[in-house]
């Protein structure tokens, strides 16, 4: 069943087209993710031209919001305050040779997004509120100085660290192993700037996940990276350390676009250092997208990871392909399988995954 | 046409590694080699948390909860997880302590373990198989009793 669905897949591509992941989106278009996202190293709030472009152009049939007198950026008091949101949901099937198959209904990761530019392109305060699912909770909370010499910014409060590929995907090994996704926002500093193709930024946090910290350490992000039209490569580096522990990692990331396609890569080098254990990780991402008709799009990607590079016969790897579609303004369908290799002895992570997803955004 | 070969090209080649995962010999079903302190198969223990460090956290959760970057800032090596889980607000859920002593069914601890319909994010261990049911009930059995640091 699993080759004829990897077959299957494999004849969707040659049909069809590709996307998931959103730094696919900024690569597709030679951007940068502030083109698109208040925040300024991505995700989150959208920008005024970042709805538009979710609103107008990327959809395969966008609705005629200028006759119904929709706005695609839902504002007050001449943009000074504005608003935005993603709710998704989603149902998921596994599949598992020695195991249960399971069927589930969740709404997934869902945000309300709040911007106050109390002085219009200078200073920014921003709020990101996770809804749900659960109880409420903060992910980002900053106040923002921008268009600072160099384009450069400062960021204070809460945020995401800005470390490689912002994958929407939390899950993806190169998120969930290095630490750095949409769950683990850290409160701290954060400074950058834009010359030109280049973008450099840099933070300086708690490194505690947001917990109350008790020590003198710090945990330091920093990222380097070019953005050309048609080819982006970077790297990232965060050291963290703690009075019983300290983590490195460091990663490189590279992205490029040919027609109506895009590649993105990204391989991290993780090295723990406890009291008890020490540990060396390795987890890599690359991802084939193909637009075939405009807000049709076809993907594939594989991830491999290495928990613990001194153990033999350990590693996993995945691959994930699936077609998506900007419906309609404001609308995203996504339907993905995910081919899960672990060691046989772990049936759940042996699991494949069939997941259908329906996303709204503003 | 050339562009959608070297995409099928490109695509192929990234499903050309698929099938790298490790073969699983000389490991435990959690990727620990048997024979070390966390390998080997989990046996019946008594409700302490001196049992609970040893057959569950030192052998299933710190893979993932060590270290300075532990998800919710969750440390669960033995120099951490007592003073990270007691009476500490859960980071996902804060109404709920992630250990509440002696009320087990107001512990988000037990919940996210049980995979509750009212639990943020997934069950844990998060992409293994859940705990067995008996080991569920010793964890909740040592938080009924207070959770005492024995």
């Known amino acids: 069943l699993k080759t004829l669905l990897l077959l299957t897949a494999l004849v969707y591509l040659c049909a069809t087209s590709s996307i998931i992941a959103e ?113 409420a909770q903060t992910r980002e909370i900053f106040g923002m100085i921008h268009n600072l010499p160099g384009r450069g910014w400062i960021k204070a409060g809460k945020f995401i660290h800005p470390f490689g590929l912002r994958v929407e995907d939390d899950r993806a090994f190169i998120r969930e192993a290095t630490g750095f996704n949409f769950n683990t926002p850290d409160t701290g500093v954060e400074i950058g700037f834009q010359p030109g193709p280049f973008t450099l930024m840099a933070s300086i946090t708690n490194g505690t996940s947001s917990i109350v910290d008790n020590n003198l350490s710090k945990q330091f992000v920093g990222t380097f990276g070019y953005v050309g039209d048609f080819f982006r490569v970077g790297t990232s580096a965060s050291y963290n350390d703690a009075v019983d522990a300290n983590r490195r990692v460091h990663g490189g990331w590279a992205g490029f676009r040919i027609k109506d396609f895009v ?100 | ?64 909860h060590v270290g300075i970057a532990a998800p919710e800032g969750l440390r669960l090596d033995a120099q951490n997880s007592y003073a990270n889980l007691v009476n500490v607000p859960s980071q996902e859920q804060p109404d709920l302590l992630r250990v509440n002593p002696g009320n087990p069914d107001l512990s988000y601890i037990i919940r996210k373990l049980e995979g509750g319909p009212n639990i943020t994010g997934g069950q844990m261990p998060l992409d293994r198989a859940p705990l067995d049911p008996q080991t569920i009930t010793t964890i909740r059995l040592w938080i009924a009793q207070g959770a005492l640091q024995n």
């Open chain 1, 263 to 362: 590649f993105l890569g990204e391989a991290d080098w993780i090295w723990d250092e406890e009291l008890t254990r020490d540990r060396d990780q390795f987890v890599t991402y690359a991802e084939a997208d193909y637009e075939v008709i405009d807000g049709w799009n076809l993907k594939v990607a594989y991830e491999f990871y290495d928990p613990d590079r001194n153990v033999d016969e350990n590693e996993r790897d995945r691959v994930i392909t699936g077609v998506e579609s900007f419906l309609t303004s404001f609308v995203q369908l996504q339907l993905f399988y995910r081919f899960n290799q672990s060691i046989p002895q772990n049936v759940p992570q042996n699991a494949d995954e069939l997941l259908l997803r329906l996303h709204i955004y503003f």
């Open chain 1, 23 to 135: 730094p696919y989106l900024a690569v597709r278009e030679g951007l940068k993710c502030s083109a698109c996202h208040t925040n300024i190293t991505g995700g989150g709030k959208r920008t005024q031209m970042g709805t538009g472009y979710g609103a107008i152009d990327l959809p395969w049939k966008p609705a005629d919001l200028e006759s119904q007198k929709i706005p695609h950026y839902f504002s007050l008091i001449k943009d000074l305050l504005s608003i935005g949101a993603d709710f998704r949901a989603f149902n998921r099937s596994t599949f598992s040779d020695g195991g249960s198959e399971t069927n589930t209904f969740q709404t997934d990761k869902s945000n309300f997004y709040l911007q106050a530019d109390l002085i219009r392109d200078r200073i920014t305060f921003y709020l990101d509120e996770t809804i749900a699912p659960g109880g």
């Open chain 2, 1 to 64: 046409m050339k562009t959608r070969m070297l995409f099928m090209l490109l695509s192929a080649g990234l499903l050309f590694f698929f099938g790298c995962a490790g073969s699983g010999a000389g490991l435990d079903e959690n990727g620990n080699p048997i024979g070390s302190d966390n390998g080997g198969s989990p046996v019946p223990f008594d409700p302490t948390f001196t049992n609970i460090q040893q057959n569950v956290f030192n052998r299933i959760c710190i893979d993932c």
